[in-house]
């Protein structure tokens, strides 16, 4: 007889500070263990006079240009959550309370490493209630010319995913990984968002990107990368794009067992 799944939380509260990427708003954010069958819920602290709990899941999203955005039915909202919930997706995380005291959660460096990090101190327990997946058991696919994203049969859950851009220092590049065996840690967590010198502008005139800098980015100008520290992988503008659709999928409320594929989509189509 085959063993059963257990859903998993934190085994103690843990605490970090940081600014939103796009809001540059600073904010503290408190990641608490929560009970079995609740998922991932986000409390903004700093609302008062509504309900400011938000459940992270695809029906709630109300924006993703840029960032993954989810809000609850009294307009309270939570941007920039999809390297958060990678975090949770890749280390097997069911349920969570986020505390936040602010619209955005904090872009830390860039990547899901120090969300993880913070997991791992905090400890992971195991729940008694038994561990749900959905099973993909036909192709899904979202086309748009030359983007898409699909979902397909598969006995483990695995991401492809295909980049291409007119830049030299990223131009195109693929990478697959298959989420078992630590690989999440090893192969997708470290990978930082990135962004292209010559838009900074014009984003921030929007609104956006106000909490960007090269402590949160890989900022690419040209054929060359701006950070003294370089890159991490030789792939990483792919592989973070892998981390932002791990995120972006743990939004259906369960782990997904299949494999997606993704060219050139984004939040959007994710």
Not at 124 to 142: D, H, N, Q
Request: with cysteine; hydrophobic share 45%.
């Amino acid at each position: 007889m085959s063993s059963v799944l257990k859903q998993k939380t934190l085994k103690n509260a843990i605490s970090c500070s940081g600014v939103g990427l796009h809001t540059g708003a600073k904010v503290t954010m408190t990641i608490f263990p929560a009970k079995a069958d609740t998922g991932i819920r986000f409390k903004r602290t700093d609302i008062s006079g509504r309900q400011a709990v938000i459940l992270a899941n695809w029906s709630n999203v109300i924006d993703s240009r840029l960032c993954s955005t989810v809000a609850n039915e009294d307009g309270v909202s939570i941007a920039t959550v999809e390297h958060l919930m990678a975090a949770f997706a890749g280390l097997g995380i069911d349920n969570a309370l986020v505390e936040i005291n602010g619209p955005e959660v904090p872009i830390m460096d860039g990547s899901a490493a120090p969300f993880a990090f913070l997991i791992e101190c905090a400890g992971i327990g195991e729940l008694k209630a038994p561990r749900m997946a959905i099973k993909i058991t036909m192709p899904v696919e979202s086309r748009d010319t030359n983007r898409f994203a699909s979902l397909m049969p598969a006995d483990t859950f695995a991401i492809r995913f295909d980049i291409e851009f007119p830049s030299p220092a990223v131009a195109s590049q693929s990478h697959v990984v298959e989420l078992a065996d630590g690989a999440f840690k090893k192969e997708v967590a470290r990978a930082r968002t990135f962004g292209f010198e010559h838009e900074v502008a014009a984003l921030r005139a929007a609104g956006l990107l106000l909490g960007g800098s090269l402590d949160n980015a890989v900022v690419v100008s040209g054929d060359k990368v701006l950070n003294d520290s370089g890159l991490r992988y030789s792939d990483e503008f792919v592989r973070h794009k892998i981390l932002d659709s791990i995120g972006d999928l743990y939004l259906a409320g369960k782990p997904i067992i299949g494999q997606f594929h993704g060219s050139r989509s984004g939040h959007a189509m994710n």
